[in-house]
């Protein structure tokens, strides 16, 4: 089984929509980030959090929010969805004690039209 | 704010060569970590390589090595006997408290 799971995979939606991404981990580890993937501009920070009561934000936190339910469960919401959101999200840990390597899981292809 | 740059849209290498891949960082920070990540079509984020950068000797991993100049800021990734299963997307990142990457190379296998 995946160490990083991420649900849905694929998703479309419409403008004006909210969407939930979810993203799991049995890795046990304290960190967990969420990341935007466009062509051509690399993986950007959203958010990040190092525990359940920490909630931080990163480069592109605008038009996201995030909830962090367990240690193992961090989830990105789009409260009103636009067209330029259309791109690949990645849910990463890492261990706080750790070497600071991030895990990735298998990403959502999010589409809004 | 750290910056990573990959030079090289688009490499490609002919199967059972070698071929070298650019990546260059700008940091005032001294104690940092730098990555390699392989992005296949499944589009799977997939770990490479790892170096501390209070490490001199250069990181390797199988068919895998870094050229590590610190004073440079420079992090290329060698890949010796290039397979067809090394096509793929390649990320350089660096770390220090949050990680950053660069635009990505493609590096395309010729049979």
């Known amino acids: 089984d995946a160490d990083v799971t991420q649900t849905p995979r694929n998703r479309i939606t419409k403008t004006g929509k909210r969407i939930m991404l979810e993203c799991s981990q049995t890795?046990?580890?304290?960190?967990m980030y969420w990341y935007r993937q466009d062509p051509g501009l690399g993986l950007r920070l959203i958010y990040y959090?190092?525990?359940?009561?920490?909630?931080n934000k990163g480069e592109i936190s605008d038009g996201y929010s995030v909830s962090r339910q367990a240690q193992a469960k961090f989830s990105l919401s789009l409260e009103s969805a636009i067209p330029n959101q259309t791109a690949l999200y990645f849910c990463?840990?890492?261990?706080?004690?750790?070497?600071?390597?991030?895990?990735f899981g298998p990403g959502t292809r999010l589409t809004v039209l | 704010a750290q910056t990573v740059t990959q030079s090289q849209p688009e490499m490609s290498v002919q199967e059972a060569e070698t071929v070298t891949l650019s990546c260059t960082y700008d940091t005032s920070e001294s104690d940092y970590y730098l990555f390699w990540y392989k992005q296949p079509p499944s589009r799977q984020m997939i770990l490479v390589i790892r170096q501390e950068a209070y490490k001199q000797q250069n990181a390797t991993e199988n068919r895998f090595s870094v050229n590590f100049q610190k004073a440079a800021k420079s992090f290329s990734l060698k890949i010796s006997d290039s397979q067809l299963g090394d096509a793929a997307m390649y990320f350089c990142a660096y770390f220090g408290g949050k990680l950053v990457f660069g635009a990505g190379t493609i590096l395309r296998v010729k049979s």
């Open positions: 959090s190092f525990d359940v009561k920490d909630i």
């Open positions: 990463a840990t890492s261990d706080l004690q750790g070497t600071d390597t991030q895990y």
């Open positions: 890795k046990g580890h304290d960190r």
